[in-house]
């Protein structure tokens, strides 16, 4: 028997969102149209609005993060729900018994849901499978599986830019194999039903079967921009700059990095997107990552409308289920007696 | 010794409706013959008639006779890959319950991998386990020595030493020797002492931090992969040691259709190189980690289909020479982590008996080839020259299992012999300490993976070495 999926609850309805796989066009389009919703907070004197008002969002970080905990954090708190930030970055040796003995921790504090980014893939799946019913689980980041909301809000910018993915020609550069950011961007776009998904970078850098996921594999970069609507950077991690991964960062630039002559290659209203942190003169030219065509800000700011749609999605689906079943309950009790 | 008389059984050679009696005394199989041929009283010793057992003045039993009503009698099984956990990891499983798991399983002789704690690495340790599974009514068990001090690869173990107090075969178990140095002078010094090397084709820096086959479903789970490479590349360096040494070399659990080209032509070379497969390599891929089922996580990885329908025909073309269980149970704890910080490895051995049945109608295999995989073929590799063949004959050592191989699959969980029930670890779900097989409640491969294959069988009765132990008939 293969394992049901950890997110949805009983009624088919989104209770965790930990991967986008699995998900069909119509549940992320609904995120998407739902975010669409809270963009306009953002720009309201006032910008809260009180759906998790009362509930507790804990922030649990098992790797260092600023950026997207203070996305998730903000979102959290425009949605009117008390945050706890919980770092927990420790040793590389918290193994399972420890982590489920956390997570146990910080259920008997009684928090409502759990934004949860750790090093191993299919951490969030483990914490979604094991964790108290009645709390909602985020994958804020599991190893190299998936990052879903990171994937959600560059498919937000994507949409609010060019519309319908079907007649998108999108090009993702770089190290595919150690990036979450690019599966969850390539399983939301395969998803979407995204025209053309192509990806760049040596061999070192993309994993086996690579085109199992969708895509088509373009190691000449130059080739792969002819067409672009979008093209999406991803960030090189140091160590491997210092590993047999790559010979060099400067190298990497040349024959890999986003300049402004080769973005010139691509569509002339190509969005160039990135999920930070960038590296500058590695991946990307700095004048492109600051140029017109750069949407890498509006990626972030987005990001708070995209979790909040996100949350309170999962929060409204699970009190919608614990109605249905109090209602159920009822009912039984009133049949019976 | 007790004399046993099994009557009214069914030989898999003969026809389906005859029946044979088998007689069992002082270990060995002295009578096989058509069914009331053999009059246990007129065998020596024996004066009262009561029917069922026979009591000698000591008050044990002289003769114990069965009437099996049609079982099926085939030799016991020999395991060439079976992690029985004690001493160490008695909280996995122990020499006691996992013996008593492969006896349900089929085997009647287990090689216990080295990777205990400590290693099987000095005399103590054999003797250890040696007592430890004497105490145990369950599957004999050889130690498999381990090649290395600690199976840290760097100091050889004394193989000799070893070998004289009972290990038929060394190797590293899940623990390959990184330096070529080292092995190659390990495959000279096991050469010399004529023991067999029983070794995984494993390169530990290709394979890296890598805890699934580099494939689809690991990219698309970002798992860290193991390339085909990691066993190809070490596979290669180990056939061309054993070209230069002339060691044995048993391949133990292949995983990938490029090792079984290998093996081959390695096989053609005329090198003595053997190989086998764990069970569960044919019939589980990749494809069966969806959702980060943990279930699946194996040290040998499950590879892609292709993989896998290779391994299937290097059993039907005998390239591949044994199937193993490659049994791993493990305690709960194990699995409770994200899938890389799980442990590796299934419990196997209660599953193993209808996993091993539906191969031959899969594989369109003879019964004998059938039978060989997992009797004369592991026997051969051990040397062990009394253990029965593919055919029970007189005169062979009588380890034998009685099974119904169309028994619908239940609770393998019986009372043992000594009156304690075993596998009470594991909720009732089988013999085995572990609970760590996706296997459990499973009618039909199709509630698993992609083939319809019906699961059935049932081992009733087993005999060690001419000793009843394992009955639940």
Known sequence: MSLPDPQFNQFGKLQHFIDINGLDAAQLTHILDTAEGFAGVNERTIKSVPLLRGKTVANIFFENSTRTRTAFELAAKR??????????????????????????????????????????????????????????????????????????????????HKGDFAQLCIVIIGDIRHSRVARSD??????????????VGPHTLMPADVESL??????????????????????????????????????????????????????????????GPTNRGVEIAANVADGPQSVILEQITWGIAVRMAVMSIIMGNSEAARATLASNDAAARSTSA | MTTLLLTGIRLQHEQADTRHDLLVENGVITHIETAGVVNP????????????????????????????????VLPGFTDLYGRLREPGFSRKGTLASETAAALAGGFTTVLCAPDTQPAIDTP??????????????????????ALTVGLDGKQLSELATLKAVGCLAAGQADRPIDNANVLYSAMQYAASVDLPLIMT???????????????????????????????????ARLIELCRETGCRLHISRVSSARAVG????????????TADVGIGHLYFTDAQLAGFDSRYHSAVPFRSANDRQALRDGIRRGIIDAICSDHAPHDADASLAPFPDTESGLAVYDHFLPLWLALKPLLELSDEQHLNVVTRHPNAILCDELAPGAILKVGQRADIILIDPDAELTDLSVAATDGTTQGAACAGHGVSAGCNTPLIGIRNLNQCTDEAIPLTGRVHMAIVGGELRRSDY
């Open chain 1, 79 to 160: 949605l009117s729900a008390d945050v706890l930030n919980v770092d927990l970055v420790t040793s590389s040796t918290t193994k399972g018994e420890s982590l489920l003995d956390t997570l146990r921790v910080l259920e008997a504090l009684q928090c409502d849901m759990f934004i949860v980014r750790h090093g191993e893939s299919g951490a969030a799946h483990f914490i979604a499978r094991h964790v108290a019913p009645g709390i909602n689980v985020v994958n804020g980041g599991d190893g190299q599986h998936s990052h879903p909301t990171q994937g959600m809000l560059d498919m937000f910018t994507i949409r609010r």
């Open chain 2, 124 to 145: 103590a340790t054999v003797e250890l386990i040696r007592q430890r599974a004497a105490d145990a009514p369950g599957a004999r068990v050889i130690p498999m020595a």
């Open chain 1, 186 to 199: 390539i399983a939301a776009l395969v998803a979407l039903g995204a025209g053309e998904v192509r990806v």
């Open chain 2, 262 to 273: 290998m093996i081959e032509r390695a096989k053609q070379d005329g090198l003595l190189v």
């Open chain 2, 201 to 235: 084709a494993h390169d530990s820096q290709l394979a890296a931090n890598g805890c699934a086959h580099a494939g689809a479903m690991a990219t698309r789970l970002g798992l860290p992969g193991i390339p085909v490479a990691a066993e190809s590349v070490a596979l």
């Open chain 1, 214 to 275: 969708g895509v088509e594999i373009f190691p000449d970069i130059d080739k792969a921009l002819v067409g672009a609507d979008v093209i999406m950077g991803l960030r090189l991690q140091k160590e491997r700059m210092r590993s047999a991964t790559i010979p060099s960062p400067g190298e990497f630039y040349r024959f890999y990095g986003l300049s402004p002559e080769r973005l010139a290659m691509a569509k002339p209203d190509a969005l160039v997107m990135h999920p």
């Open chain 2, 41 to 72: 009283q007129a065998l020596p010793g024996i004066s009262d008639s009561d029917e069922q057992q026979l009591a000698s003045t000591t008050g044990e039993p002289d003769i114990i006779t069965i009437q099996t009503n049609g079982l099926l």
